[in-house]
């Protein structure tokens, strides 16, 4: 009889732990998905950042290559009697190494020359 009390008390022992544990293990796991929805929520957010600084440096270097076209073409106007180059070809590879990518826009009548995504510049 003392055995069985035993048994029967040893058994609501573990069945207690076992639920105590299955409650706790609910509570980390449930922990776990909220970190884990907080870092893909600071993931999104890192990926945004990335993708504004890729469109600055893309920006600055077209600029930038905007800013050495428009000297070189300074340089061969002066070098060559107020004569402006028939073509943004011409500059190189006396004026300028090479020409720089992107959506140029030349007008060789006045020298002018744009970026036709940003023609303000």
Known sequence: MKRVILVLIGLIFLVGCAGGDGAKLKKENLKLQEENLALREENV???EQIQ???AKYKLKDLKTNLGALRSAIAIYY???MGTW???LEE???EYIDSIPKG???YDPKT???ISKSHPSW
Do not use: C, I, R, T
Request: glycine share 10%; aromatic share 10%; no cysteine.
């Open 45 to 47: 957010k890192l990926k």
């Open 52 to 54: 504004e600084l890729q």
């Open 78 to 80: 002066g070098a060559n």
């Open 85 to 87: 180059p028939p073509s």
């Open 91 to 93: 500059l190189f590879p």
């Open 103 to 105: 959506d140029w826009k």
């Open 111 to 113: 020298g002018k020359v």
